[in-house]
């Protein structure tokens, strides 16, 4: 159980952590926590669908532990390897004294001692604070194989290692995982979550965030910031900015002691919120201006 009873409540705990959502967000972290689903969340990169992992865990006290998927990443290495350097050293030592049986070896080399545990793994494991929050990140990295490993793995919570034999957990993780929508994910693993599309927020929203993880920014300068990052959104970018390269952008700009934003002081600053030389090139020069004269005409008219 987690203590929480509301929407209300899971929001103030987020609200607690720096991470402020909606109500749509924090209603499927609410149902998802009070009914044990794992939650898939999609969106762009930079949204704060990993963010939500981690706050969830500050909130809960609970051990945050990561699965960063890749292409390539196999059931195995997401479970369990044996250290078999380790093992590797007792064999020649068993074999050097020549007082071991080869079954009672054997028994020895594959046990818990030398068992290297993974993600999946350590979040079966019992915890004294509580089920674990496994964050299963960036999953349309993989390939469908994976896929189908997990949809075995967070239907029954067990993993099986073929040498010790079926490991359950006692209590399920609380799992997050995330999709920057690189590929489609097979309906098969979203019928087993409950699905959110975290989406860019609205300028409101943006303050509340900016206001939360970046608090000595000055309102003027956060309304800028703001502005001009939800007006790039619009532009055409080949990587459009999340909230993660807002809060960035401000927290450089403050370092370098910047009061408002200038064409000047944007471009020096624009790797702060793109990432690639040819959305930078875009908004060199008079581009740049253009979009801070359209900003700060709205923003005055607000």
């Not at 594959?110 to 793994?121: G, H, V």
């Not at 994910?185 to 943006?206: G, I, M, N, Q, S």
């Not at 993660?244 to 700009?253: F, G, N, R, S, V």
Request: a negative charge.
């Amino acid at each position: 159980m987690t203590g929480f009873d509301t929407i209300d409540a899971v929001q103030e705990m987020l609200s607690a952590q720096g991470y402020v959502c909606d109500r749509a967000l924090g209603t499927v972290v609410f149902l998802a926590l009070r009914l044990g689903r794992p939650l898939f969340l999609e969106g762009e990169a930079g949204v704060g669908k990993t963010e939500i992992a981690k706050a969830l865990s500050a909130g809960l006290n609970r051990r945050l532990i990561r699965l960063q998927c890749y292409e390539g990443l196999d059931a195995s290495t997401a479970v369990y390897e044996w250290n078999f350097p380790a093992q590797m050293v007792a064999i020649r030592t068993a074999e050097a004294a020549g007082d071991q049986s080869r079954a009672d070896l054997q028994a020895e080399l594959f046990s818990d001692d030398y068992l290297i545990e993974r993600p999946l793994l350590e979040a079966m494991r019992p915890d004294e604070n509580g089920a674990p929050v496994l964050l299963i990140d960036e999953l349309d990295r993989t390939d469908e194989p994976f896929e189908a490993f997990l949809l075995e793995a967070l239907s029954d919570f067990q993993v099986t290692i073929p040498e010790l034999g079926t490991i359950k957990a006692p209590e399920p993780p609380i799992v997050i995982l995330t999709s920057n929508r690189t590929r489609e994910v097979h309906d098969a693993l979203k019928r087993r979550c409950l699905y959110h599309w975290v989406d860019y927020p609205d300028f409101e929203r943006e303050m509340e965030i900016l206001a939360a993880r970046a608090p000595e920014a000055a309102a003027a300068l956060s309304r800028e910031v703001v502005a001009f990052v939800q007006q790039l959104r619009t532009e055409d970018l080949f990587k459009k900015p999340g909230v993660a390269e807002t809060i960035d952008w401000a927290k450089c700009l403050l370092a370098l002691d910047v009061i408002n934003l200038s064409p000047e002081v944007i471009a020096d600053t624009l790797g702060a919120i793109l990432k690639y030389q040819d959305d930078i090139q875009k908004l060199q020069g008079s581009e740049a201006k253009r979009i801070l004269d359209q900003v700060k005409a709205t923003l005055e008219v607000a």
